[in-house]
């Protein structure tokens, strides 16, 4: 048995090598978790149907999927597990690893910056774009008084106060300046359906906020850092681990 353990800890290890990388203090996976073993090497659940889903969420047990279920889906983004995966005492995580505390994904916001964390942490390529503008205040009437508009009508925007804007279409890519590489990898709702891929990355962490829910971060496809939330121990998420 000893034999057997210690070559599952080595098959391990070289799973991960060369796929790190080292931001301030702290030393993070480049890629999400994609295990379907504990690190004792007993088989995780998987739970492909909604039925399987909802089963483990009602019976509390570790459970992971791939995203809509399709194995290249895995590939690219990793599983996504639920909670009680990440809080089983056989240790998700590999030997060495951990999955990030509530204050530890703090220390890395503080160490790339609140206002634009997300943007150095999200992958160069694979996020969707997404548009601004629509309509803008109206400049030629923006800054009459209540009586003026009473008494005059604006020839600019008929009274409506806002005007047509350009639109603009960008990129919600990041710059991945900090080398973590997040994929908007998705999520798998409490009823086993899937959303959000190419729009969103979530990541657990290992503490919860209340009986019900855990911390986690969360990134979009829109610019700005990251948020932490309290979501739903039965969601389906990424998993990124962290040095020991």
Same mark, same amino acid.
């Given at each position: 048995?000893?034999?057997?353990?210690?070559?599952?800890?080595?098959f391990?290890?070289s799973?991960?090598?060369?796929?790190e990388?080292?931001?301030?203090?702290?030393?993070?996976?480049?890629?999400?978790?994609?295990?379907?073993?504990?690190?004792?090497?007993?088989?995780? $659940?998987?739970?492909?149907?909604?039925?399987?889903?909802?089963?483990?969420?009602e019976?509390k047990? $570790?459970?992971?999927?791939?995203?809509?279920?399709? $194995?290249?889906?895995?590939?690219?983004?990793? =599983?996504?597990?639920?909670?009680?995966?990440?809080?089983d005492?056989?240790?998700?995580?590999?030997?060495?690893?951990?999955v990030?505390?509530?204050?530890?994904?703090?220390?890395? #916001?503080?160490?790339?910056g609140r206002? /634009?964390?997300?943007?150095?942490? =999200?992958?160069?390529?694979?996020?969707?774009?997404?548009?601004?503008g #629509?309509?803008?205040?109206?400049?030629?009437?923006?800054?009459?008084?209540?009586?003026?508009?009473?008494?005059t009508?604006?020839?600019?925007?008929?009274?409506?106060?806002s005007v $047509?804007?350009?639109?603009?279409?960008?990129? #919600?890519?990041?710059?991945n300046?900090?080398?973590?590489s997040?994929?908007?990898?998705?999520?798998r709702?409490? /009823?086993?359906?899937?959303?959000?891929?190419?729009?969103?990355?979530?990541?657990?962490?290992?503490?919860?906020?209340?009986t019900?829910?855990?911390?986690?971060?969360?990134?979009?496809?829109?610019?700005?850092?990251?948020?932490r939330?309290?979501?739903?121990?039965?969601k389906?998420l990424?998993?990124?681990?962290?040095? /020991?």
């Amino acid at each position: 048995m000893k034999s057997i353990l210690l070559f599952f800890s080595i098959f391990i290890c070289s799973l991960v090598i060369g796929q790190e990388v080292t931001i301030g203090t702290q030393v993070w996976m480049t890629k999400n978790l994609n295990l379907d073993k504990f690190r004792n090497g007993e088989l995780i $659940p998987q739970a492909n149907t909604h039925a399987e889903w909802e089963q483990a969420k009602e019976n509390k047990q $570790p459970a992971w999927c791939y995203y809509d279920n399709d $194995p290249k889906n895995g590939t690219k983004y990793g =599983k996504l597990y639920n909670w009680y995966a990440v809080n089983d005492s056989r240790w998700l995580a590999p030997a060495g690893w951990h999955v990030p505390t509530d204050a530890e994904w703090t220390t890395l #916001g503080k160490l790339l910056g609140r206002s /634009d964390s997300g943007k150095k942490m =999200k992958s160069t390529s694979g996020w969707n774009s997404y548009t601004t503008g #629509g309509s803008k205040t109206c400049s030629n009437c923006n800054d009459w008084n209540a009586e003026y508009r009473r008494k005059t009508a604006c020839h600019v925007c008929k009274d409506s106060r806002s005007v $047509p804007a350009r639109t603009v279409t960008l990129s #919600g890519n990041g710059t991945n300046t900090s080398g973590f590489s997040g994929l908007p990898g998705g999520t798998r709702d409490n /009823d086993g359906t899937f959303g959000n891929v190419g729009e969103s990355g979530s990541w657990w962490g290992s503490v919860e906020n209340f009986t019900l829910n855990a911390w986690l971060r969360y990134l979009d496809y829109y610019p700005g850092y990251v948020t932490r939330y309290g979501f739903n121990k039965q969601k389906g998420l990424s998993v990124r681990c962290l040095r /020991d």
